[in-house]
């Protein structure tokens, strides 16, 4: 079975910098796409990035565009989330993961297998 980890969450100023880390144990998640999602206080879980099997091909949400950057190591079982620019309403709890398909898709339902999440707070 595989476990996906997050890692790389805290705190940082507006405008500031946050990467964020995917890893799984277990079996190869190299033909699946994977995506980050993030969920705020009060809020609906949302789309956040999405990266193709192999890296090909990637989806942002509008709000992220141009500020944060999805990519992947498959030979190290690993999701990255480059941030910056970062605004206080990115803060939320950030959660990697699992598509059932090969390409990027931006709907939650796409998603079988999802990490324990990790914090980042934004301060104004």
């Known amino acids: 079975q595989v476990v996906l980890v997050e890692s790389g969450g805290g705190l940082v100023q507006a405008g500031g910098s946050l990467s964020l880390s995917c890893a799984a144990s277990g079996r190869t998640f190299s033909n699946a796409a994977m995506g980050w999602f993030r969920q705020a206080p009060g809020k609906e879980r949302e789309f956040v990035a999405a990266?193709?099997?192999?890296?090909?091909?990637?989806a942002y949400a509008d709000s992220v565009k141009g500020r944060f950057t999805i990519s992947r190591d498959n030979a190290k079982n690993t999701v990255y989330l480059q941030m910056s620019s970062l605004k206080p309403e990115d803060t939320a709890v950030y959660y990697c993961?699992?598509?059932?398909?090969?390409?990027?898709?931006?709907?939650?339902?796409?998603?079988?297998?999802w990490g324990q999440g990790t914090q980042v707070t934004v301060s104004s």
């Open positions: 993961a699992r598509c059932r398909f090969y390409f990027a898709r931006t709907v939650a339902s796409d998603y079988d297998l």
């Open positions: 990266i193709s099997g192999v890296g090909g091909s990637t």
